[in-house]
């Protein structure tokens, strides 16, 4: 008997070892604020202090609609609306300005249980282009609008308009004319790389953002949202990897939901939240193993960033190649933890 009984006590701690081994904490969401040249060198301790603040507030309102009993759909728009009304991030209130002046902005939402997904690109003013997107998701039967299109759109659907002037901050004007005074032929990137593009060289902006979210509800349901104000000093309408299905977000409840955040351009070409997926379902990848891969993809193109991902099982990957990424997580038992660093 006592034999027995030393076996199961021995079964046991074997467990809980193999539990703090691999760190089996359930994750219901996690979020990021943007990957670039992030330093604690160039940070502030109030700097630091507010994004810490803006990251904790986020996941904070994400986890009450989770324990609530609300969706992972409710979950990742709240969070992500804490995010675009911060000045902080590149996204709504904080989107960076075009060349001309004008805050861009884009957004994308997706439900992993039933793989719908809407998104807008191109928005100036509408407060919260996470909103929008999930209207075109529930209330339409397309996937992206883009422009005044989308715009009119969501006027109908009930999402909130403001005047552009809304979306003014005096330190992104700052940023713009700084890029223009730089070189008015270059973009600058609010994710701060230093690489050459074929049209010239990308300098930093010292200011990142797009952020993201993923959650996971009492249901099992994965949904993932992302949201940005694309790049400083961007022409020519450009639109980036953030409202693109598949390439900046992505959900599935088989595998994983996934929001991403850099160079967009190497982040469309490779089509890396769906790459994601895809390793974990036909390679039978991990989470964490799958992100890594893909983030790899990116990097050895030439690209920079990071990315999120959680699977249904609560297990979460936040994988970045550059200096820093504002990121979170919060368990089911309302564990937060806020990073920026490596």
Not at 225 to 239: A, D, E, P, V
Not at 245 to 255: E, L, M, Q, R, S
Not at 277 to 305: C, F
């Amino acid at each position: 008997m006592m034999n027995k009984n030393l076996k199961t006590i021995a079964v046991l701690l074997l467990c809980f070892a193999a539990n703090l081994a691999y760190g089996q904490e359930k994750y219901v969401m996690v979020i990021h604020g943007g990957a670039g040249t992030i330093t604690r060198k160039n940070m502030s301790p109030e700097k630091e202090a507010a994004y810490v603040a803006a990251l904790t507030k986020a996941l904070q309102t994400g986890y009450e609609v989770l324990k609530s009993g609300k969706t992972s759909l409710d979950a990742v728009e709240a969070t992500i609306h804490v995010m675009e009304d911060s000045p902080l991030f590149n996204a709504g209130k904080g989107a960076v300005f075009t060349h001309d002046g004008k805050n861009e902005m884009d957004a994308a939402i997706m439900d992993g249980k039933t793989m719908m997904a809407g998104a807008v690109a191109g928005v100036t003013t509408i407060k919260n282009p996470i909103s929008a997107a999930r209207a075109v998701m529930e209330k339409s039967e397309h996937v992206m609008m883009v422009g005044p299109g989308a715009e009119s759109f969501a006027k109908q659907a009930g999402i909130e308009i403001v005047d552009p002037e809304y979306f003014y901050t005096k330190e992104r004007w700052d940023g713009l004319q700084k890029a223009i005074q730089e070189d008015s032929t270059k973009s600058v990137l609010d994710h701060g790389n230093k690489k050459s593009m074929k049209l010239g060289t990308i300098n930093p902006d010292y200011k990142f953002g797009t952020v993201g979210a993923v959650a996971l509800d009492k249901n099992g349901n994965l949904a993932a949202g992302t949201s940005t104000g694309g790049m400083t000093n961007k022409k020519y309408g450009r639109i980036g990897d953030s409202p693109i299905i598949g390439a900046g977000t992505y959900a599935n409840n088989a595998t994983a939901g996934i929001s991403c955040t850099g160079w967009g351009e190497f982040y469309i070409r490779n089509v890396v939240a769906h790459d994601i997926s895809a390793m974990m379902e036909y390679k039978n990848m991990s989470v964490a193993d799958a992100s890594r891969a893909a983030l790899d993809k990116v990097g050895k193109m030439g690209g920079d960033g990071g990315l999120i991902a959680m699977d249904a099982k609560g297990n979460v990957s936040m994988p970045f190649n550059t200096e820093g990424m504002y990121r979170g997580t919060v368990t089911e038992n309302g564990k937060i933890e806020v990073l920026i660093y490596k």
